[in-house]
Every structure is written in structure tokens, then in C-alpha cells.
């Protein structure tokens, strides 16, 4: 049968245009012509095929003379796309490396990620030669003997330090999973919080203010959260040759042995508190004024850094104020009290009676539920701890060991409320960049893998922060725009696509015309 044209939509979106032949019940691909993103390059591609079919090519063997006038498409190369990846490549100095191969995987991965071997059908689409696969594997190898993560993050911190903020550090930890049947050394079976009995690895991510990446970290799947924290700083300090600086952390990271580590260092931290704690460290502010509150107060108090601490303030109305030398045995810690958090906070206690009164009931059957207490006699409402947890709706805690005089209560929520730079961070990671090394099994090649994510996050908070535009519609905006190359009578004939209104708003925010 003879050739024709077929039009296949990719994993990316694309259109593809194969001229393929039947043999037999099957489809046989002859040639592939390209990848069209937008309906000229589609209309480009399928007038090459056509022409292509006419004139009879000599590698589909059709025995007929080739026509002189033919148009022929040469080359499509997304050259505004890698223009801007290499400039922000450039720019945050990771050129230094000297290794074409490191660029094409990181490159692929702001692109489209996926596994290493379909690398090379990403990156040939956008117009990029791809190095052998043999030679992305050799690369493997050599990001953990040379220690490409040592410069990425030594050219991330001076980005970092030139620009930004980096006397406040952000820190949190992330699960990433395999399908595996079995554990190893590194992929374990540990806490999930999608519930997963899969082997995985725990990453902590250390971040700037605004989200930029400057350390990460790979630990074993049932490592605790707790104690990733302290290797994670102190290589950070080791490093950067830091002693001062404030950490951030959510409650997940409050230990009393991360506390003390941290301020043994000489570090200033400042993590959140858990709920249970409100009432031993508001117990003063609950003697002299009840549990009212008013939308945004905050109280500036002490808690006890050991559970055995005794705590007495209530001989003096004024709310105690922490000081190191007097009080040694406590921290500071700021509370604050939120009108739409107590709403959110009651509908949650609200739902999680009914469960219980279900439960007790009968309607559900659980092992364990929140607000049931269980006795000789059968099952019946925890009436007390409800109306405990009802007098704490609307509070949130914050732990540190910044005296008042240096930093303000409010100023301990706002540092707080940064981390959601980390968190926004990991979801790019785990989105855009798919972070999940599942294409990996050994632990060189998972730290290699990490690797590479962590510079191309990198590249993608800078270009982020520099245009307004995720990394996601930086690419779907700039990747169409193709330069198509072809020939005509003997002649090549260089088109370039025209500017979106996006397209120009992110060049013009990049300085790039």
C-alpha cells in the first residue's frame, strides 16, 4: 500500500506527522517528519509530507524523481524558548560546569520532564541536538563524582545573597515514593501524608524568603522530620561559612532536641507550635482575661521548653516577657488568634464530633476517632477534651529564641507566614519538575536525579520572580514559537514565528529582545 500521512497527538501536547505505510493489519512509521504546537507549524508539516509524497524521497523508496521547486522543512527550533534557558543558565552561573549533557537534562525537565531516555525526543523537538543516551548516563555518574551540587548550590547562595534575603532561611520536608516491592537502604516504608505503604525518600529543602532554593537534602523513607532539620542547616552553614542567620520551620520540625541544637549553634529559629501547648502557655493570659479574643491579637509570652518545667506568672498581671538569662528554662512563644481561623477551626471540630457521635453510635465502625472516650462501660462523648478544643479555636503558636527587643510578635507571624515560599517550591517540584525520581532505583543515581531538579527549580524561581509567569506558562508560551527553516528551489528560508502579547511581556521582563 502506499504511503500517507498521519497526524498523532503526543504526551506533550504536540501534534506529530509521521508518514508511515501498511504492512499487513499494522501501521508501519516510515519517517518522522516533526511536531507542530500551533496550527501554522501543523499546516508547515503536513505541506512538507505532501510534498515529500509527490515528490517521491529516496528514504521512502518510491521510485519517483524528487521536484526541484519542493518546499522541504530543514530544521524547527524553539529559539526564543532555549535563548531564555540559556541565559538564565548563564546567569546564575552554572555554565562553569562546562557540561553540555548536565544542561540537556536540566533543560528537559523545565520542558517536559520525563524519563531520561525520552529526553532526547523532548529536546530534538524544541531544536536541540540531544547528546547520546550513553552520554546522560555517563553524566549520572559524574554529578555525583564531581559534585555538581556543591557548585549548584555555592552559585545558588551568591545569587541568593546578591539579591535577596538570606539572614531568614526556610526549611521543610517532602516524601517522594517508588513502586517497588521492596526496601533498600535509602527507599523505605516510613510516614506518609497520602498514606502510602510504598519504599520512599524523605528531601528537605532549604529555601530564601522568596522561595529560591539554596539546600537539599536526601534521607531515608522512615527518617523522622524531626531530625532532618539539624544535618540540612549545618551543612548549609559549613558550606557558606554562616553563623548568623534565622530558620524557619513549621511545627512538624518542634523538638526540644532541634531547639536546643539550633540555639547551641548560634542560630535563631522560629517554628510553629502545636495546639495542645495553648493552655500551659496561656494559662496567664486565661487567669487575668479569660478566653476571649479579638481578631488578629497577639499575646507575646513563655513556654516551657521540657514538659517537667513549672510555669508560675499568674502572681502579676502584666504578661511575662522572655529573657534567655531569665527565663532558661523557657522559650518565647507568640500567639496569635484569627476570627476566619477559629471559623474554619469550629467547623472542623464541628465534623469531627458528628464522626464521634457516629462512632459511639454505632453508624461507623473505626478503631480510633478523635472525642471518644472508651471504658468499661461502652463508648461515650469526651464532653471535656471537646470543650477544651472549642476554647482554643482561632489560635495558632509560634516558638523562638528572638528576644522581644529584636524582633516584634508581629514581625515573628510575618517571617511565619513565609513558608509558604517552601511549600509553593516543593509543589514545583513535584508538578512542573515531577520530582519523583521513578525512573531511578540506585542512590547515586536518585542524589544525581535530585540534582538535576534542584537546579532546574532554581532556574525556575529566577525566571518566576523576573516575569510574574510560572515556569509552566513560561514554556507553553514561548515553545511554539518556532523558527522553521526551509528549502526552496536550492534556497533556505528562515521563518520566525510571531509574538504572542505574552510571549513579549516575558521578554521585555527579561530584557531580551
Same mark, same amino acid.
Given at each position: 500500500?502506499?504511503?500517507?500521512?498521519?497526524?498523532?497527538?503526543?504526551?506533550?501536547?504536540?501534534?506529530?506527522?509521521?508518514?508511515?505505510?501498511?504492512?499487513?493489519?499494522?501501521?508501519?512509521?516510515?519517517?518522522?517528519?516533526?511536531?507542530?504546537?500551533?496550527?501554522?507549524?501543523?499546516?508547515?508539516?503536513?505541506?512538507?509530507?505532501?510534498?515529500?509524497?509527490?515528490?517521491?524521497?529516496?528514504?521512502?523508496?518510491?521510485?519517483?524523481?524528487?521536484?526541484?521547486?519542493?518546499?522541504?522543512?530543514?530544521?524547527?527550533?524553539?529559539?526564543?524558548?532555549?535563548?531564555?534557558?540559556?541565559?538564565?543558565?548563564?546567569?546564575?552561573?552554572?555554565?562553569?560546569?562546562?557540561?553540555?549533557?548536565?544542561?540537556?537534562?536540566?533543560?528537559?525537565?523545565?520542558?517536559?520532564?520525563?524519563?531520561?531516555?525520552?529526553?532526547?525526543?523532548?529536546?530534538?523537538?524544541?531544536?536541540?541536538?540531544?547528546?547520546?543516551?550513553?552520554?546522560?548516563?555517563?553524566?549520572?555518574?559524574?554529578?555525583?563524582?564531581?559534585?555538581?551540587?556543591?557548585?549548584?548550590?555555592?552559585?545558588?547562595?551568591?545569587?541568593?545573597?546578591?539579591?535577596?534575603?538570606?539572614?531568614?532561611v526556610l526549611y521543610d520536608v517532602t516524601t517522594l515514593y517508588f513502586e517497588a516491592e521492596h526496601e533498600d537502604e535509602l527507599r523505605k516504608v516510613g510516614y506518609s501524608k497520602e498514606r502510602r505503604v510504598d519504599p520512599q525518600i524523605v528531601v528537605g529543602l532549604l529555601v530564601d524568603r522568596g522561595g529560591f532554593p539554596l539546600e537539599i537534602?536526601?534521607?531515608?523513607?522512615?527518617?523522622?522530620?524531626?531530625?532532618?532539620?539539624?544535618?540540612?542547616?549545618?551543612?548549609?552553614?559549613?558550606?557558606?561559612?554562616?553563623?548568623?542567620?534565622?530558620?524557619?520551620?513549621?511545627?512538624?520540625?518542634?523538638?526540644?532536641?532541634?531547639?536546643?541544637?539550633?540555639?547551641?549553634?548560634?542560630?535563631?529559629?522560629?517554628?510553629?507550635?502545636?495546639?495542645?501547648?495553648?493552655?500551659?502557655?496561656?494559662?496567664?493570659?486565661?487567669?487575668?482575661?479569660? &478566653?476571649?479574643?479579638?481578631?488578629?491579637?497577639?499575646? &507575646?509570652?513563655?513556654?516551657?521548653?521540657?514538659?517537667?518545667?513549672?510555669?508560675?506568672?499568674?502572681?502579676?498581671?502584666?504578661?511575662?516577657?522572655?529573657?534567655?538569662?531569665?527565663?532558661?528554662?523557657?522559650?518565647?512563644?507568640?500567639?496569635?488568634?484569627?476570627?476566619?481561623?477559629?471559623?474554619?477551626?469550629?467547623?472542623?471540630?464541628?465534623a469531627q464530633e458528628n464522626r464521634a457521635r457516629a462512632v459511639i453510635d454505632g453508624d461507623v465502625t473505626v478503631k480510633s476517632t478523635r472525642f471518644v472516650k472508651t471504658t468499661a462501660a461502652g463508648r461515650s462523648l469526651d464532653e471535656a477534651s471537646l470543650k477544651r478544643a472549642r476554647s482554643l479555636v482561632g489560635l495558632k503558636g509560634y516558638?523562638?529564641?528572638?528576644?522581644?527587643?529584636?524582633?516584634?510578635?508581629?514581625?515573628?507571624?510575618?517571617?511565619?507566614?513565609?513558608?509558604?515560599q517552601v511549600e509553593q517550591s516543593f509543589r514545583m517540584s513535584k508538578t512542573d519538575l515531577q520530582a519523583r525520581p521513578m525512573f531511578h532505583r540506585q542512590r547515586d543515581a536518585i542524589e544525581a536525579h535530585l540534582t538535576i531538579v534542584f537546579t532546574a527549580l532554581a532556574m525556575a524561581r529566577l525566571l518566576q520572580a523576573q516575569t510574574g509567569?510560572?515556569?509552566?506558562?513560561?514554556?507553553?508560551?514561548?515553545?511554539?514559537?518556532? &523558527?522553521?527553516?526551509?528549502?526552496?528551489?536550492?534556497? &533556505?528560508?528562515?521563518?520566525?514565528?510571531?509574538?504572542?502579547?505574552?510571549?513579549?511581556?516575558?521578554?521585555?521582563?527579561?530584557?531580551?529582545?
Open positions: 500500500m502506499s504511503p500517507f500521512l498521519r497526524k498523532v497527538t503526543t504526551a506533550s501536547g504536540a501534534t506529530a506527522v509521521q508518514v508511515v505505510a501498511k504492512e499487513g493489519r499494522r501501521n508501519k512509521i516510515l519517517e518522522h517528519l516533526g511536531s507542530a504546537h500551533t496550527e501554522a507549524e501543523l499546516a508547515v508539516l503536513m505541506r512538507a509530507g505532501r510534498d515529500k509524497l509527490n515528490a517521491g524521497q529516496e528514504t521512502l523508496d518510491l521510485g519517483l524523481e524528487q521536484d526541484p521547486q519542493a518546499a522541504v522543512v530543514r530544521s524547527m527550533r524553539s529559539r526564543l524558548l532555549l535563548d531564555v534557558l540559556q541565559a538564565t543558565w548563564r546567569g546564575l552561573g552554572f555554565d562553569a560546569l562546562e557540561d553540555e549533557a548536565f544542561f540537556q537534562l536540566v533543560a528537559a525537565r523545565l520542558i517536559f520532564p520525563t524519563s531520561m531516555l525520552d529526553s532526547a525526543r523532548v529536546l530534538s523537538e524544541v531544536g536541540i541536538d540531544p547528546v547520546h543516551r550513553s552520554t546522560m548516563k555517563r553524566c549520572l555518574t559524574r554529578i555525583q563524582q564531581c559534585k555538581y551540587r556543591d557548585q549548584i548550590a555555592k552559585n545558588c547562595f551568591e545569587h541568593a545573597s546578591t539579591s535577596g534575603d538570606i539572614s531568614l537534602g536526601c534521607f531515608e523513607g522512615n527518617k523522622a522530620e524531626t531530625t532532618t532539620i539539624v544535618p540540612i542547616i549545618q551543612q548549609f552553614q559549613a558550606r557558606h561559612g554562616l553563623a548568623d542567620m534565622v530558620v524557619v520551620a513549621d511545627a512538624g520540625m518542634l523538638s526540644t532536641a532541634n531547639l536546643t541544637a539550633l540555639n547551641e549553634a548560634g542560630l535563631r529559629f522560629i517554628v510553629g507550635s502545636r495546639q495542645v501547648k495553648a493552655p500551659g502557655d496561656l494559662a496567664h493570659h486565661f487567669h487575668w482575661n479569660g &478566653d476571649a479574643f479579638t481578631d488578629g491579637q497577639l499575646i &507575646d509570652t513563655i513556654t516551657p521548653r521540657h514538659g517537667n518545667t513549672k510555669t508560675d506568672t499568674k502572681q502579676h498581671r502584666r504578661e511575662p516577657v522572655w529573657d534567655p538569662t531569665e527565663h532558661p528554662g523557657h522559650w518565647r512563644a507568640v500567639w496569635a488568634f484569627s476570627k476566619k481561623r477559629a471559623t474554619r477551626d469550629g467547623h472542623t471540630l464541628t516558638v523562638t529564641n528572638i528576644p522581644a527587643t529584636v524582633m516584634s510578635a508581629a514581625e515573628v507571624l510575618s517571617s511565619y507566614h513565609d513558608l509558604w509567569f510560572s515556569i509552566r506558562k513560561i514554556i507553553r508560551t514561548l515553545r511554539p514559537l518556532q &523558527d522553521v527553516t526551509i528549502t526552496l528551489a536550492g534556497q &533556505d528560508i528562515t521563518a520566525k514565528a510571531e509574538l504572542t502579547d505574552d510571549a513579549r511581556t516575558i521578554l521585555k521582563a527579561l530584557k531580551m529582545t
